[in-house]
């Protein structure tokens, strides 16, 4: 391990331990956040630059993606040592400035944990592959060959091709359901378990406020190593969300290389270790088809392992009523006593913008109603950075890529670096101020002009609306933790009351394009019209008239 672990800098107290529940989270890419030395790459120094806009937005929290020492095959996501700072991203010092700072804006810390799997650099899995006798010889997914000298089993890597990799030393294959060079842990073995946690405790004692947990339901494997049967025709498996159609891993049913019974012992185990910790909390990534949210249900319900968690359902090309009314309902069925993080963005899909847009004319209109939708949903929520700028996802030629995924599988996927690109601060400066040298990835000038400066001088702007969306969830208590109802309505409309302690708001959306005139039901009376950021719906006797991809929210 590194530098011994420092006393926590976050507030123990009862009062804000559910601080994460309704929460807003603002997701932070270091690489492409800003870089303070030159060299094309963000780093935390960059990141304790800019929290005080940060905090501007209103958020509670940020979640940092990986900064861990990493050969960087996969950006970070290949954990070569669990306890330190990549140099790239720069040293523990700094991650306790971040750290002092961002507690000092009364901003909460999420990192990464990416426990499913390590680098093949990583000292446990040196050890483990030098030979079948060494003590560290069954902390992975080790699995022999077949009389043929195939590989154990069927399993697919969701980056294409088996999931398994031959290791001359020890003659076996080696499990990997990513890269090659990501070879999963074994958390069959005890011992695997103690020293992820001890990792885990590596953070907590330094004052991190939580987790976000990568590929969640990934950490046990079927000991017998079954094959996985192919998914049936009939059935639908939500294509496109774990895994894009032009890759196979789409065409099995994965029952056995994921989402095994024995992961939530582990995350009781999990669980158990940050209650020792006040106002931690955890927020897993479940990707698993269309069983994602049964598999929430099982990691969220009892109090007793993550405290929310996210699926892909909203991270498709779905922006309708009826999509997100469903995606809802289903969650609120399922989930009786769990925590879901809803999120229209990340590090891994198309901005949603370019997902859900009609038109050139369309951007900013969708960015805004995205918003408001998101943050009346009952759930917590997460935004990705840029996204409060509305950005659209940038075309790279293939020269520029460098996510393995896309590399793989270009054309016909091109990979997730057009979400990746460097934040936009100036429009005037070279690379809009992200960095002095080349960036890692390129700016687009479209993404240039929508600058943050450029931005702050205008009050109709898509980041303007992002602040005063947040300030007014914040302000009205339904919108964080109350219970939600769907109203029945047209077909394009989306309407739902969230209500807490006898306060009972209504917000109607409408997703068409085209003005709508919605007729309320006789039991829904509007007291008050509440000025709903940038939504220019209005009301007359009880119908509801809402302009194209805009909004409406009243007091009942």
């Known amino acids: ?168 030393q020890r003659k076996q294959y080696y499990l990997h359901n990513f890269l090659g060079s990501q070879p999963d842990l074994n958390f069959h073995n005890p011992d695997v378990q103690d020293a992820v946690l001890e990792t885990v405790k590596f953070w907590l004692d330094r004052g991190v406020d939580g987790f976000r947990l990568d590929t969640v339901n990934y950490y046990f494997h079927d000991k017998e190593l079954r094959d996985n049967p192919p998914l049936p025709k009939d059935e639908d498996d939500a294509p496109g969300l774990d895994a894009p159609d032009v890759n196979p891993y789409g065409m099995q ?45 099982d990691y969220t319900g009892g109090g007793d392992k993550l405290h929310m968690c996210y699926t892909f359902d909203l991270l498709g090309p779905g922006f309708t009523p009826t999509h997100i009314r469903d995606c809802v309902t289903a969650f609120q069925t399922m989930v009786t006593d769990g925590w879901v993080c809803w999120a229209f963005s990340n590090h891994d899909v198309i901005r949603h913008v370019t997902r859900f847009i009609e038109g050139p004319l369309e951007a900013v209109r969708v960015a805004k109603l995205s918003i ?80 943050v400066d450029a931005q702050e001088k205008l009050p109709d702007s898509v980041l303007a609306h992002y602040r005063e969306t947040l300030a007014f969830r914040k302000a009205h208590a339904p919108m964080i933790d109350g219970d939600m109802q769907f109203i029945k309505t047209k077909e394009d409309v989306l309407a739902f009351i969230r209500e807490k302690n006898g306060e009972r708001l209504l917000f109607v959306f409408n997703m068409r394009r085209g003005p709508q005139d919605v007729t309320l039901p006789a039991d829904v009376k509007v007291r008050e019209v509440l000025a709903l950021p940038g939504c220019l719906g209005a009301i007359k006797g009880n119908v509801v008239h809402v302009p194209t991809l805009d909004g409406f929210c009243a007091r009942l």
């Not at 107290?13 to 989270?25: E, H």
């Not at 158990?272 to 909390?281: I, K, P, S």
């Open 1 to 168: 391990m590194a530098n011994s672990p420092r006393k926590s800098t976050s507030p123990k107290t009862k009062a804000n331990a559910d601080w994460w529940r309704g929460a807003v989270i603002y997701q932070v890419y270091p690489r492409s956040f800003q870089d303070t030395n030159g060299d094309g790459i963000g780093d935390l120094k960059g990141v304790t630059e800019r929290l005080p806009y940060i905090a501007s937005l209103g958020v509670d929290a940020i979640w940092l993606s990986p900064f861990f020492t990493s050969p960087m095959a996969d950006m970070g996501y290949d954990v070569a040592d669990y306890c330190d700072v990549d140099p790239m991203f720069g040293t523990l010092a700094d991650f306790d400035e971040m750290m002092k700072e961002a507690h000092r804006l009364d901003i909460k810390v999420i990192i990464d944990q990416v426990i499913s799997h390590t680098s093949d650099r990583h000292p446990w899995f040196i050890e483990s592959r030098s030979s079948r006798n060494n003590p560290k010889a069954d902390w992975y997914v080790w699995g022999p060959a077949k009389p043929d000298g195939t590989a154990p089993n069927n399993w697919m890597s969701i980056f294409g091709g088996p999931a398994w990799e031959w290791e001359g």
């Open 372 to 451: 408001s939708i998101l943050s009346a949903l009952r759930g917590s929520i997460c935004l990705y950075q840029g996204e409060e700028l509305g950005l659209t996802e940038a075309e790279l030629a293939f020269e520029d890529l460098r996510d393995p995924y896309g590399i793989r599988f270009w054309p016909s996927f091109k990979g997730r670096d057009g979400c990746r690109t460097p934040m936009v601060w100036s429009s005037g400066q070279d690379h809009a101020g992200f960095t002095t040298g080349k960036p890692w990835l390129p700016v687009p000038a479209e993404h240039q002009a929508l600058a």
């Open 253 to 297: 049913n994965h029952l056995y290389d994921k989402t095994q019974p024995e992961n939530l012992d582990f995350l009781r185990r999990l669980r158990a270790l940050l209650d020792q910790y006040d106002g931690r909390a955890t927020v897993g990534e479940v990707g698993d088809g269309a069983r994602s949210l049964k598999t929430l249900a």
